[in-house]
């Protein structure tokens, strides 16, 4: 039996921990067995797989169904999801209440909301 060596480092157990039950993150780390994408996406590892062939395809796909968003909107849910992570959750909700209202005064979401309301592609000045 081949003896594998695997200690995560840079962050590697502590952000494992948080993005899988811990139960697992221990599972992973102890075992350093491999997983498949369907266990992956199981448990929490991944949030999509591909088909063998189309993962740039995807890739791309994605991306544009978000560039479909408002630009300020999706930059500031990015920062409230990051900086999220590490604060209590009343903290975070007040980042992302300052942040909904940084994003009502920049006028973007009336550009969002008025072409909703006019079944129109919205387009974003940013």
Not at 39 to 59: F, K, M, P, Q, T
Not at 110 to 120: L, P, R, S, V
């Amino acid at each position: 039996m081949e003896t594998k060596r695997f200690v995560p480092d840079w962050g590697g157990g502590p952000y494992l921990t948080k993005l899988v039950r811990s139960a697992v993150a221990s599972d992973l780390i102890l075992t350093a067995r491999t997983v498949n994408a369907e266990e992956a996406l199981r448990i929490g590892l991944v949030n999509r797989v591909s088909e063998v062939g189309r993962s740039v395809h995807d890739a791309f796909s994605l991306a544009e169904q978000i560039a479909q968003n408002g630009p300020k909107a999706v930059r500031h849910a990015l920062a409230v999801i990051r900086q999220s992570r590490d604060l209590p959750l009343g903290k975070a909700l007040e980042l992302e209440a300052e942040t909904a209202a940084e994003l009502i005064v920049s006028g973007e979401c009336m550009h969002g909301i008025t072409a909703f309301m006019e079944k129109k592609k919205p387009e974003f000045p940013d």
